[in-house]
């Protein structure tokens, strides 16, 4: 299978505390997917001045992907400013907008910066916990990325970039389409009707994006659930779970939606959120790695 090369470098959020070798190491696997470039970027507020002891975690976090990965270009960006337009600006459309995520942070100042890099940026943003949880018992470990659809006009982009992704990753894809109940409703109270409409939107879907990673195993789950309770479930073991934001009018955005921040706060795994800006249009058939 060849890599896919896109013009924009792999971009990597780093903060005052250590980054993980298991999100450098992501870094590195996505450049070497992509151009081969990866843009280390340090920021701090723009209250605080920038002195040679701030650089520190950029600099050992630039050591360990010169020393690991020779054969990438690896830049280091540490500045002062907002740390959120630092980051979105130094992405392109082509880039992944990685964050290491330590203490499952949304509510707290660096994870209103998450959010609205989910919101901002160009391109998907891929929160890594830096700490992987214990894996729920009885759940199953396996090599394997799950995304979710639910249906709405995100879903072409999200599926064939979550195709894309099980391609370049040599891992299958595990399809989850939820249905969820009226509001104050149980599961079981879902339409057959409704299940069966999201059972034929899913196949039209699914059908559409399968040419760009026909070769891909792929498994499909429609649940009658909560998305978020379905999608957290089926991503215990897995390595990656994909997700769409669920708005797509930007005068109103203000941070994902309620599935992709209980997805964020809940995952075991690596979560990657397509925002408004940052869904990629589906390349052509032939286009795609092969």
Do not use: N
């Not at 340090?42 to 001045?49: M, R, S």
Request: glycine share 10%; hydrophobic share 45%; with cysteine.
């Amino acid at each position: 299978m060849a890599a896919r090369t896109t013009a924009d470098p792999v971009v990597l959020g780093v903060d005052d505390g250590l980054l993980r070798p298991r999100v450098l190491d992501r870094a590195i696997g996505e450049a070497r997917r992509r151009t081969g470039a990866v843009v280390l970027v340090h920021a701090h507020g723009p209250e605080t001045p920038v002195a040679p002891w701030y650089d520190d975690a950029g600099a050992r976090a630039q050591s360990y992907l010169t020393r690991t990965a020779p054969d990438l270009d690896v830049q280091l960006v540490c500045r002062a400013g907002d740390v959120t337009d630092t980051l979105v600006g130094a992405c392109g459309a082509g880039s992944v907008l990685i964050l290491g995520d330590r203490h499952r942070r949304l509510g707290t100042e660096a994870g209103r910066g998450t959010e609205r890099a989910i919101v901002e940026a160009p391109c998907p943003v891929l929160v890594i916990p830096e700490y992987r949880g214990p894996t729920p018992q009885g759940a199953q470990v396996r090599r394997a990325l799950v995304v979710g659809v639910d249906g709405g006009p995100s879903s072409p982009a999200v599926l064939a970039f979550a195709l894309r992704s099980a391609a370049d990753q040599h891992v299958p894809l595990e399809v989850v389409r939820a249905v969820p109940p009226p509001a104050g409703a149980e599961s079981a109270d879902v339409p057959e009707s409704d299940l069966a409409e999201a059972r034929q939107q899913l196949a039209a879907v699914l059908a559409a994006a399968r040419s760009h990673a026909p070769d891909v195993p792929v498994e499909v789950e429609l649940v009658a659930d909560r998305p978020a309770r379905a999608l957290l479930e089926r991503a215990a073991g897995a390595d990656e779970l994909v997700v769409g934001h669920r708005r797509d009018a930007t005068a109103t955005l203000r941070g994902p939606g309620s599935t992709a921040r209980s997805v964020l706060a809940g995952a075991p795994c690596a979560v990657a959120v397509l925002g408004p800006l940052g869904r990629p249009a589906p390349v052509p058939a032939g286009d795609s790695a092969r």
